[in-house]
């Protein structure tokens, strides 16, 4: 009975925060209300492209809530290339931001390419990328 009354409310919460939004506070901007997928719990310092919850210091002790309840993974292939795609559309020439993206996509890659055999739950091709997403046991 308990069990079942927290799957419901675990429900409704997730049902909640994918309908709306999260308080992104102003850190040297302006303060805004974004989408839970365009969020990651955490990521590199370069970043950009999703908001990471975990370096916003009101956020920080919701662990539990953003990464089980709500699912919030850390950043990963998808959210990379993402940042590529801004630095594209931004003209920016930034080299150096765009080295540290590469780097770290190919650190990541060399992890998971000798990492044992893992399962993906889904296979996903979306504007050019494969999505490998893994259950989010985060």
């Known amino acids: 009975m308990l069990g079942s009354a927290i799957d419901n409310l675990t429900f409704f919460v997730r049902e909640y925060f994918t309908t709306k939004h999260v308080y992104i506070p102003a850190t040297g901007g302006q303060a805004s209300w974004v989408k839970i997928e365009e969020c ?3 990521g590199p310092q370069w970043l950009t492209a999703k908001h990471k919850l ?3 210091p009101k956020y920080s002790d919701f662990e539990f ?3 089980t309840v709500l699912q919030v993974c850390d950043a990963g292939y ?3 290339f993402a940042e590529l795609e801004n630095l594209r559309k931004q003209q920016a020439g930034d080299i150096e931001h765009a080295r540290a ?3 770290h996509l190919w650190k990541d890659f060399e992890r998971d390419l000798f990492a044992p055999a893992q399962k993906y739950d889904c296979v996903r091709y979306d ?3 494969y999505d490998m997403s ?3 046991t985060c």
């Open 134 to 136: 893994r259950h989010c």
């Open 78 to 80: 998808p959210d990379f």
């Open 54 to 56: 975990k370096s916003i």
């Open 127 to 129: 504007k050019g990328v």
């Open 65 to 67: 809530l953003f990464r």
């Open 101 to 103: 993206v590469y780097e």
């Open 40 to 42: 990651v719990w955490d």
